[in-house]
């Protein structure tokens, strides 16, 4: 019997080209969030935040079908959007690990979705100007949900940090752990940067200055101090996650994994 | 004095220009009957709102034996887009076309500037606070002006959630994108 090793795997990874291996770290950012966030359906701290939740968890899911079915046309082995979400294991996936990181408690996510959605503003902005047409498009639908995002999270953040000691003292935690995954965000792999060059993908590295100064300038009004972690942790693009990312998928996966095939 | 005001904005009837294109497509298609059999297809969660009027539809081409029908998706999550696809299908075979293909394009990307003149009106008829480009959501019960907002977001993604301050009914706007 031939067992895989990780490190087979992780090689499969290497083995694609600079454009496939961009277009599934998107799609892989974008599912893993949105699974996190829908993780809160039915569990948000009242109705209407629970919908809300939800429907940014749907908009994630929406980016993320159109990377992969871009991804699946790209890689031509004749997989699907849905192979590609539902039989990749955890070393094949590929997504940046501040969005695999568990929803914790509700100051966590929002603070995640805050940073986050800062970064995608800055960044899809700038995708729209890709050469490459299709990921131009899904770019233009991306920004627009993205934007509404976060006029969403940007009040909560203002409200928990300025609310009671035990609300301020959740966002503090909250960004006292995330601070060490937001370097990933801005971290040019050698492949993205010859896609840079060819006008297909963005410079990452470009962003953190403004990234760090909206941030930094936004806290400051809740009288937060918030400087960016020395200490970075990385791999996501490397098919290197945190433990989280296994226990994720499994459940994820676990109708595909067991049922093989299945369909609606 | 206030219905002065109402009439002198509808006095002056304009055509947004990314509708005016879309009417342009449809005045100049050479296919005008499969357009109106499409004007029976609905929005699935929004009765009486048509593919046509919420801007979704965007193309009809007939080659020999062949319909293509190009819709744009409003969210890019919205589940909605794989029911207004199977009943386009359905409706155009019902007619007596029997191959018919739905694309999905992302370009152009949908927009609520997209949603026809009528399309307002039924949002209103249906309760729903239609688009607002000047940012001002009117109840559309009292048409008071004095809302506030209750959640970003409302039953579906293309809706936000509002309080009439007026007459106190709690309606959907739908949001401006």
Known sequence: MEVATASAKTFDIGQQSPLSRFVLGLADDALVLSHRL?????????????????????????RARMFYQYAAIIEDKGRNEDDLAYLRDERQYTNLLIHELPKGDFAFTMVRQF???????????????????????????????TRYHLKRSEP?????????DESRQRILCALDELKDFTGELFEMLE????????????????????????????????EIDYQDSKLQIRGGRNGIHTEHLGQMLCEMQYLQRSYPNMNW | ????????????????????????????????????????????ELPGLTLWDLGVLQDIQQTDNLITVVITPTYSGCPAV?????????????????????????????????????????????????PSNEGKVDCPVCHSADTQVLSEFGSTACKAMYRCNKCMEVFDYFKKL
């Not at chain 1, 909560?156 to 009671?164: C, D, E, F, P, R």
């Not at chain 2, 004095?1 to 947004?16: A, G, K, R, Y």
């Not at chain 2, 199977?86 to 370009?107: H, R, S």
């Open chain 1, 156 to 164: 909560w953040i203002t409200q928990l940090s300025q609310g009671t």
């Open chain 1, 115 to 145: 940073l986050v959605d800062v970064f995608y503003n800055m960044y899809l902005e700038q995708l729209l100007a890709s050469t490459d047409e299709t990921i131009a498009a899904i770019a233009a639908k991306a920004v627009k949900e």
């Open chain 2, 1 to 44: 004095m206030t219905n002065t005001t109402e009439q002198l904005t509808t006095v002056i009837p304009t055509l947004h220009p990314v509708y005016a294109q879309r009417v342009s497509v449809r005045n100049n298609a050479d296919c005008g009957e499969l357009w109106q059999i499409l004007d029976a297809v609905c929005d699935p």
């Open chain 1, 38 to 62: 829908s993780q809160w359906c039915s569990k948000a701290p009242y109705l209407e935040e629970d919908i809300a939740l939800s429907n940014v968890a749907l908009d994630y899911i929406g």
């Open chain 1, 191 to 222: 492949w993205e940067a010859q896609l840079v060059e060819a006008g297909i993908a963005v410079d990452r590295s470009s962003l953190q200055a403004p990234w760090d100064a909206y941030v930094q300038k936004f806290l400051a009004v809740s």
């Open chain 2, 82 to 130: 794989d029911a207004m696809r199977e009943d386009a299908i359905k409706a155009l075979n019902k007619a007596g076309y029997a191959k018919v293909a739905v694309t999905v394009v992302l370009v152009p990307a949908w927009n609520t500037d997209m949603i026809s003149p009528a399309g307002k009106q039924q949002l209103k008829a249906l309760h729903i606070a239609p």
